[in-house]
């Protein structure tokens, strides 16, 4: 279809596009003109997801904020908080709304519901793309109830907001309180056992003690080790003197005695006096007997100081080998005594941790209660009403120029359907080239039509029309 032809047929079919144009655009005025007017009123709520927790001091992450502000609108859409609009409001004191409730419902379900449904429909939450911002819009016919029920939604949204967070902190504060009287009746009875032990133990400071039996422990220790040096060189004496025959003064210690030694030097000034006066007198002469006596006296006084000595070295040996035994018997007792300190060390180191970790349990609940306890008195929220809804000047439906627009285009839309529509189902010759196309044939000529005289319109400020062509078509095909 070329644009010539497209022209005639708006041309030839123009009744149809204004009747169809006039039609809609009138229907539409008319309707907007009666239909009841709808008043829009805006609330808008602040959601401060990047501030910190007045409790916890927890920053919210900024890449939760699309999850999170999608979470806040559908909160605010929710049947609760249209729920308690309608509570706060008193909207079921009304017997209006009884009325309808029973008229559309029967008296079936929850009223307290329905209203609420009936508020959601009304409902238009709008978050903010590059803010935290939500917007809160509210359609009524009256200004005043548009206003007040934006106000009460953002209300209501605002204290669930709050009652999310205290409900469960709520929860969790009567669970650590529950476990609190557990940890502390745990405590309690673990510092009693640890009590108990230190008191049958006698413990006071078992650190202190050990210390104390430690070095007793080592000087112990060295004592026996002294001892059993004694005790062999005593004994290696002794065994001397068993080897010499019961003679002592082969022993070291007991011929290096100074009196063994003068009593040896007396001995043998005597013994060459003697020989001295038996060369000169005889035996039986009083100066040799005398001589003799006193060698006989000096010899038995070094036999005795002999047998003293060894006698000296055999008790010396036989008492080291007793203070070998009780040093050792010592040495046990007190190693005993240091085994059985740490021991007890050990089972009063065991009991301490038992109080010790009895202790972090409960101080870690404590803490967890009491700010849980916090948190569920707390009585402020990360959500503020930014601007409350005012009454609305103006309606916001319905849109009169809006509509008028809208239905001229959807009326010259119609138009032309409807047009065009006709022209199918009742084809007329226009033009040569509609001619050419209905009989599928070629158009030799075109002669101007001759049309009747008539004077020039007011309006043609003397031009002329063009004379209509009236067109030859070929004699090739059999047609009319």
């Given at each position: 279809m070329t644009f010539s032809q497209f022209l005639n047929i708006l041309r030839a079919r123009k009744l149809i596009v204004l009747l169809c144009l006039t039609t809609v655009v009138g229907v539409t005025t008319a309707l907007s003109l009666i239909w009841p007017k709808s008043y829009s009123a805006t609330a808008s709520v602040l959601v401060d997801v990047k501030g910190a927790d007045p409790l916890t001091g927890v920053y919210a992450p900024g890449a939760m904020l699309p999850g999170y502000m999608a979470t806040q609108v559908d909160v605010l859409t929710s049947k609760t908080v249209a729920a308690k609009v309608v509570d706060k409001l008193r909207l079921l004191e009304s017997p209006g709304i009884k009325q309808q409730w029973q008229d559309d419902t029967q008296g079936?379900?929850?009223?307290?519901?329905?209203?609420?449904?009936?508020?959601?429909?009304?409902?238009?939450?709008?978050?903010s793309r590059e803010s935290s911002v939500i917007e809160i819009n509210f359609a009524s016919e009256s200004p005043a109830f548009a206003s007040l029920i934006a106000n009460a939604f953002a209300e209501a949204y605002i204290e669930t907001n709050l009652d999310l967070r205290i409900e469960p902190a709520k929860q969790s504060n009567d669970f650590f309180e529950k476990q609190l009287k557990g940890l502390r009746a745990n405590l309690d009875e673990k510092q009693k056992v640890l009590s108990k032990y230190q008191q049958d133990k006698g413990i006071v400071a078992v650190d202190e003690r050990l210390d104390v039996e430690n070095a007793r422990l080592a000087e112990l220790s060295s004592l026996v080790v002294g001892a059993q040096g004694m005790k062999v060189d005593s004994a290696s004496r002794e065994r001397q003197i068993v080897e010499a025959?019961?003679?002592?003064?082969s022993v070291a210690d007991i011929a290096n005695n100074p009196l063994i030694q003068n009593l040896k030097a007396e001995l043998a000034r005597s013994e060459a006096k003697l020989s001295e006066l038996g060369s000169r007198l005889g035996r039986n002469h009083p100066q040799f007997r005398e001589a003799q006596a006193e060698a006989d006296g000096i010899r038995q006084k070094l036999d005795a100081e002999i047998k003293v000595a060894s006698s000296g070295?055999?008790?010396?040996?036989?008492?080291?080998?007793?203070?070998?035994?009780?040093?050792?018997?010592?040495?046990?007792?007190?190693?005993?005594?240091?085994?059985?300190?740490?021991?007890?060390?050990?089972?009063?180191?065991?009991?301490?941790?038992?109080?010790?970790?009895?202790?972090?349990?409960?101080?870690?609940?404590?803490?967890?209660?009491?700010?849980?306890r916090l948190e569920?008195?707390?009585?402020?929220?990360?959500?503020?009403?930014?601007?409350?809804?005012?009454?609305?000047?103006?309606?916001?439906?319905?849109?009169v120029l809006?509509?008028?627009?809208?239905?001229?285009?959807?009326g010259g839309m119609l138009g032309l359907g409807f047009a065009f529509l006709r022209e199918m189902t009742d084809r007329r010759i226009r033009e040569a080239?509609?001619?050419?196309?209905?009989?599928?044939?070629?158009?030799?000529?075109?002669?101007?039509?001759?049309?009747?005289?008539?004077?020039?319109?007011?309006?043609s400020f003397g031009r002329r029309k063009k004379p209509m062509l009236h067109p030859i078509v070929s004699t090739q095909v059999g047609g009319r």
């Open positions: 079936k379900g929850d009223i307290r519901f329905w209203l609420a449904d009936l508020l959601l429909k009304k409902l238009d939450v709008k978050p025959g019961g003679r002592g003064d070295i055999t008790n010396t040996a036989q008492m080291q080998q007793r203070k070998e035994s009780e040093l050792r018997s010592a040495l046990a007792t007190q190693k005993s005594r240091v085994l059985e300190l740490k021991k007890q060390r050990d089972e009063m180191s065991l009991l301490t941790r038992e109080v010790e970790n009895a202790q972090r349990a409960y101080d870690a609940a404590l803490q967890r209660a009491s700010q849980t569920s008195q707390a009585n402020q929220t990360n959500v503020v009403l930014l601007t409350r809804a005012t009454e609305p000047v103006n309606a916001s439906k319905p849109k809006l509509n008028i627009i809208l239905s001229v285009f959807v080239d509609d001619l050419s196309d209905i009989l599928q044939t070629r158009v030799l000529s075109v002669l101007p039509k001759q049309q009747a005289a008539s004077r020039p319109s007011r309006f």
